[in-house]
Nanobody, 127 residues
């Protein structure tokens, strides 16, 4: 079973960038579909981005498309979320999560399909 730990959150001004890291232990990320989700105060946890099990396909929420990039490290033990041109509405706790196996680009957006979760990292964007 894989364990996930996020890092890289912090405080940044609007228009700035942050790079979040999700480190895996127990198992590598091979065989998992990986996702990033976020949760702002008083709101439900929402889909941000996903990387297919093969690593060939990426999916993004419309709100972050063209600003965020999800990728996997060469060692297959790390997942990244590069966040550029950040906005105040991006402020949230960011979680990485894993699905055992594959999912369609639509199913990958459903947080209920993700079995493994990290503890989250706070990203705060000041306006």
């Amino acid at each position: 079973q894989v364990q996930l730990v996020e890092s890289g959150g912090g405080l940044v001004q609007a228009g700035g960038s942050l790079k979040l890291t999700c480190s895996a232990s127990g198992r590598t990320l091979g065989g998992y579909t990986m996702g990033w989700f976020r949760q702002a105060p008083g709101k439900e946890r929402e889909f941000v981005a996903a990387l297919s099990r093969s690593g060939e396909n990426t999916y993004y929420a419309d709100s972050v498309k063209d600003r965020f990039t999800v990728s996997r490290g060469d060692s297959w033990k790390t997942l990244y979320l590069q966040m550029n041109n950040l906005k105040s509405e991006d402020t949230a706790v960011y979680y990485c999560a894993a699905i055992d196996g594959s999912c369609s680009q639509y199913a990958c957006r459903d947080r209920h399909l993700y079995r493994h979760w990290g503890q989250g990292t706070q990203a705060t964007v000041s306006s």
